[in-house]
């Protein structure tokens, strides 16, 4: 499950982080928001926006991280783009990340021809880096990208963005069942355009795992929407917080399980 840091506000996402746990998430991968984050559709391109305007930065990102790993073990994978983590200083931010108790990243925009200083500092500090695949990937190269992945390989469901309607479902799944053929040594995890319980099933099938994101991004824009108003910006900061926790647990079990979570959270 992917959530941008700082969504729908800084004090919010790390319970939400929480509910995501608690509704059956397997890893969460959780977004650095950045102003041009080319590979995100709408939803993720919003939810990026907001955290940026609300003042999240990337040590706020890291310090999320840190105080979800004081009370978590699960699996965290940190998600952005390159200019932000040169900026911070590879050497530092990979420090950082370990310190934090982050577990991998995945960079969109470093190919592996231009990753060897992302490899080194990753390796250095014994956290995960992780490369795409798409359709358009030629299978030698899949085969390489296995090679110097780690955790995973992330394939994208199509040749374009994320939260992107997916046209074609089987020809999806006659691209990842290929890609799983040629991704041996790492597991192969699908992302991009995955909505629903049915989406999950169909690439699971072929796959090891899937990834949601957007809709998840719109799950909670669906819940701020309902949400009714209250006279005390406290009372209302704190009913908004608890009432998106219970929609992300249900939106969450309901992707892995199929059902709504137990009964308090009906």
């Not at 470093?110 to 030629?138: C, G, M, Q, R």
């Not at 009714?228 to 009432?243: F, H, I, M, Q, R």
Request: hydrophobic content about 45%; glycine content about 8%.
């Amino acid at each position: 499950m992917f959530l941008t840091c700082g969504f729908p506000s800084p004090d919010v996402t790390l319970g939400l982080m929480h509910a995501m746990e608690n509704g059956g998430a397997d890893f969460i991968e959780l977004g650095m928001p950045f102003s041009d984050p080319l590979a995100e559709g709408g939803p993720i391109q919003r939810s990026s926006a907001r955290a940026l305007a609300a003042g999240m930065t990337m040590r706020r990102t890291l310090q999320t991280a840190a105080a979800f790993r004081e009370a978590s073990t699960l699996p965290l994978v940190l998600m952005g783009y390159a200019n932000p983590v040169m900026r911070f200083g590879l050497g530092n931010f990979f420090s950082a990340c370990r310190s934090s108790g982050v577990d991998g990243l995945i960079l969109p925009d470093v190919p592996v021809e231009e990753a060897k200083p992302f490899l080194d500092e990753a390796s250095k500090h014994d956290v995960n880096l992780i490369f795409l695949v798409s359709p358009l990937t030629p299978a030698a190269r899949l085969r390489h990208i296995d090679t110097l992945s780690s955790g995973f390989v992330y394939a994208v469901s199509v040749a374009g963005v994320t939260g992107a309607e997916l046209p074609d479902p089987d020809h999806v799944v006659r691209y990842v069942a290929a890609a799983r053929q040629q991704v041996r040594a790492n597991p192969l995890l699908v992302g991009f355009g995955i909505r629903t319980r049915e989406d999950v099933l169909r690439y699971a099938a072929v796959s090891d795992g899937c990834i949601v994101g957007s809709e998840l991004v719109r799950e909670i824009e669906r819940a701020e929407s309902e949400m009714e108003p209250t006279d005390s910006a406290t009372a209302a900061a704190a009913s908004a917080s608890a009432y998106m926790q219970k929609r992300v647990r249900q939106f969450v079990h309901m992707l892995k399980h199929g059902a709504k979570p137990p009964t308090q959270d009906q």
